[in-house]
C-alpha cells in the first residue's frame, strides 16, 4: 500500500474509532441519567399507573409537561432574589396568596405544619413555601408562628402562567405540591382533608427513593 493510502486509510480508522467512542459515551451518559431518573419514574409508576383497584389519589394529578416550572422573579421578605429551585431535591408544599393573611390562608398556614409533621421521619423531606403576591408587610406574629416556612413575594401574573385551575377556582384556595426535581405535580382541593392530603404525600414518599 501507497504512503498516502496508508494514511488516508488511517485517518478512516482514526475518525471510525473516535465516532465508536462518541458514541459508546452517549450510551453511557443516558445510562446514568436512566439511573438518576428512576427513583422517581418508579414512584410515579407504582403511585398512578400500576396501583391496586380501588386506590385513588385525593389531589389532582398535573400534567407536568403543560407546566413546567417557571424562572420565577421571586425574592425573599427582605429583597433577596430567591426561588423555588433553591430547594430543588425536596417535596415541596406551595400556598398562594396575599400578604394580608385571612383566616383562611392561617388555617393553609397551619394546616401545611402539621401535614409536614405528620410524615414522621419524612419530614425534612419536605419544605414548605408562602408565595407573597403583593407588597402587603406579613404580621411579625405569623412570621414567627412559621419561622421554619419559605416566604417568598412573587408577580402574580407569574403564578397565574404556571399553576394550572379549574375554572372559577383561585389561586389561594389552594395547596400545590412540587416533586424532587422542581415538576409541578398535584393540587389539593379547597378547604382540603388533612388525613387523606397527608396520605397522598406520606405515599409519595415512601414510593419515592429521592427528596
Known amino acids: 500500500m501507497s504512503e498516502p493510502a496508508a494514511s488516508h486509510a488511517s485517518n478512516a480508522g482514526n475518525i471510525a474509532s473516535d465516532a465508536a467512542r462518541r458514541r459508546t459515551g452517549r450510551w453511557k451518559l443516558l445510562a446514568v441519567l436512566l439511573v438518576c431518573a428512576a427513583p422517581l419514574i418508579a414512584s410515579y409508576l407504582s403511585y398512578y399507573v400500576i396501583k391496586p383497584e380501588g386506590r385513588t389519589n385525593y389531589g389532582t394529578l398535573i400534567d407536568q409537561r403543560s407546566h413546567p416550572m417557571p424562572k420565577l422573579s421571586s425574592t425573599t421578605l427582605d429583597g433577596r432574589p430567591e426561588t423555588l429551585e433553591n430547594y430543588a431535591g425536596k ?6 396568596g396575599g400578604g394580608e393573611c385571612d383566616k383562611a390562608c392561617q388555617d393553609q398556614l397551619y394546616a401545611m405544619r402539621q401535614l409536614r409533621t405528620m410524615q414522621g421521619k419524612n419530614m425534612d423531606r ?6 407573597v403576591t403583593d407588597a402587603q408587610p406579613i404580621e411579625t406574629m405569623l412570621i414567627r ?8 413575594r412573587v408577580k402574580p401574573e407569574e403564578l397565574a402562567k404556571w399553576l394550572p385551575l379549574e375554572n372559577g377556582g383561585k389561586l389561594e384556595d ?9 415538576n409541578l405535580m398535584m393540587r389539593f382541593p379547597k378547604n382540603p382533608e388533612p388525613a387523606r392530603v397527608h396520605k397522598d404525600i406520606a405515599k409519595l414518599l415512601r414510593a419515592s427513593a429521592i427528596g
Do not use: A, G, N, T
Open 91 to 96: 417535596w415541596i408544599m406551595v400556598k398562594v
Open 126 to 131: 419536605v419544605e414548605r413555601v408562602w408565595l
Open 145 to 152: 408562628m412559621y419561622d421554619d416556612m419559605h416566604i417568598l
Open 174 to 182: 389552594h395547596i400545590f405540591l412540587v416533586d424532587p426535581r422542581s
